[in-house]
């Protein structure tokens, strides 16, 4: 490496934030850039370790060490061809991904990791600044054409990949822009759009067509698309989120988390919403589920101006350090205090959502809760609960978000039409080895085949399913396994 000493010297140094008081009155993104001195020692900090297990902890083998060390030799270009050989969107992972690649670090072990992800998006940010990237269409089309459908991070992957290599992609989106979760999920003061525009825009000079406002099973027919493409990628996503179906739960003011940020960022955007307004201005808000979404909410419902914010997770606090339960290299379950919460919400866990309450007029008024104790078993997960005696309670609020997870894709219209297998969680059933469902021409892809997971695994998810369905149209494959990387 290039500073074998440079993790004994150099401590993790993070970038600096725009002030909670201030970035709480836009939407932008609020992170400022590492000076190039304090990148070039954080670069620095990577060791020779002989077993890069940061490399196994992402999903997307990104070669890490190497990378690392391009950019503490100021070898930008070749840091971009490293990073760009195994990751099609680094600009999106290098802002949203919780960075297992991190807890895999061995400098880990007993010190603050290397900060791979920063390094990660200063690498792609780098090399937009410096021209390096610029639209690559394939010399030679094979002739094969490939329908995507659903323009997530999975969906993108895929065509990417299979343009690359020749064939004639087509995605199709439902809503009114691609991007999926990246442009209606992800608040823009953790991903502003223009970062999704710029790849999108790339893509389409690279020869990808996109059709927005095309409803696959609804405005779009399916058998057009068994007849006109030889090959079909369900990438729709996991998009039926997980109720609460207690008393009370029609009163208005009970929303899924989802609609609320799909909302907001259509607002940002200056495009239609289409639906009554949910805003949080003046109001008490309850976010009922501890995940990113719900964090999404928080700093949402801030930014709208809310009277309160108050988080709750119904499992118990994680704790704040690995523990003997949760070993390195493994992906830790910890506490998670993220910029939202710097903005200002209170947390609670341990604690169980009754019923909602409304007026008379059917306004959400308030919610009623009860702390629960935990059993924990001896691997300290935690197994079975009961309800604390005297802690029931009344809380006054007026809106409440639900964001406890996805439970699998929609099956309404598109999957049910096509009638391909479902797996006993509602996801389409797809081989983890071909991707392929049980009707031939037709594979699966990212949250559709695995259930809700991370952009990371959306990412390489569409990789490998573009390398399978390459193989089927080709018989042989021109794109590279994670397990089988060159770069240029």
């Keep these: 490496m290039g500073k074998v000493t440079g993790f004994q010297e150099y401590d993790r140094v993070a970038p600096t934030r725009e002030e909670a008081k201030t970035r709480v009155k836009h939407y932008g993104e609020f992170l400022h850039e590492l000076p190039a001195q304090e990148l070039n020692n954080q ?10 297990f940061c490399q196994s902890g992402c999903p997307l083998g990104n070669v890490i060490p190497e990378f690392n060390d391009a950019v503490y030799q100021g070898k930008w270009e070749l840091a971009a061809n490293i990073l760009l050989s195994t990751n099609n969107f680094p600009e999106f992972t290098g802002r949203i991904c919780p960075a297992p690649c991190e807890s895999a670090c061995v400098l880990g072990i007993n010190r603050p990791p290397v900060s791979i992800e920063e390094i990660e998006k200063h690498i792609i940010e780098i090399a937009f600044e410096k021209g390096f990237i610029k639209a690559k269409a394939p010399l030679i089309r094979t002739g094969k054409k490939v329908a995507v459908i659903g ?3 999975a969906g993108l992957a895929a065509a ?14 439902r ?13 823009d003061f953790k991903l502003q759009k223009n ?24 405005n779009v027919e399916i058998s057009t698309l068994l007849r006109d493409y030889n090959a079909i990628v369900l990438a729709g996503g996991s998009t039926v989120p997980r109720d609460l179906p207690i008393d009370g739960r029609s009163a208005k003011g009970v929303h899924f988390a989802m609609d609320f940020l799909k909302q907001q960022n259509k607002r940002v955007a200056n495009r239609e919403i289409g639906n009554e307004d949910i805003l949080a201005t003046g109001k008490n808000v309850i976010v009922i589920g501890g995940g990113d979404t719900g964090s999404d909410c928080i700093g949402t419902s801030n930014r709208h101006g809310a009277k309160s914010v108050t988080q709750f997770e119904i499992m118990p606090m994680p704790p704040q350090m690995r523990n003997e339960n949760m070993p390195w290299p493994n992906y830790p379950m910890l506490l998670k205090n993220t910029s939202s919460h710097e903005e200002g919400a209170q947390r609670a866990w341990s604690v169980n959502t009754k019923n909602f309450i409304a007026d008379e007029d059917g306004n959400l008024k308030a919610l009623k809760v009860v702390d629960v104790e935990w059993e924990i078993d001896a691997v300290g997960r935690p197994v ?3 309800e604390v ?8 609020c007026e809106l409440v978000f639900l964001a406890m997870g996805f439970l699998h894709p929609q099956k309404e219209g598109l999957i049910e039409k096509l009638g391909v297998e479902l797996d006993n969680r509602g996801n389409v059933k797809a081989s983890e080895h071909t991707y392929q469902t049980n009707i031939g021409k037709i594979f699966a892809a990212g949250d559709t085949r695995r259930g809700q997971s991370l952009v990371v695994w959306a990412i390489s998810e569409g990789r490998e399913a573009a390398r399978k369905v390459d193989e089927y149209l080709m018989g042989v494959t021109k794109l590279a396994s994670k397990d089988a990387v060159a770069y240029a």
């Excluded at 996109?210 to 409803?215: E, I, K, S, V």
């Design 160 to 173: 990417a990949q299979l343009n690359k290599v020749g064939h004639e992609v087509t995605v199709f989106e």
């Design 389 to 396: 005696a005297g802690t029931e309670r009344d809380l006054p």
């Design 175 to 187: 809503d009114d822009a691609p991007g999926g979760l990246l442009r209606y999920g992800i608040p």
């Design 151 to 153: 323009s997530g991070p």
């Design 195 to 218: 970062v999704v525009d710029r790849r999108i825009d790339l893509m389409k000079e690279e020869g990808i067509i996109f059709r927005c406002n095309a409803n696959v099973g609804e």
């Design 43 to 52: 670069a620095a900090r990577c060791m020779d370790c002989g077993v890069p």
């Design 384 to 386: 079975s609960f009961k």
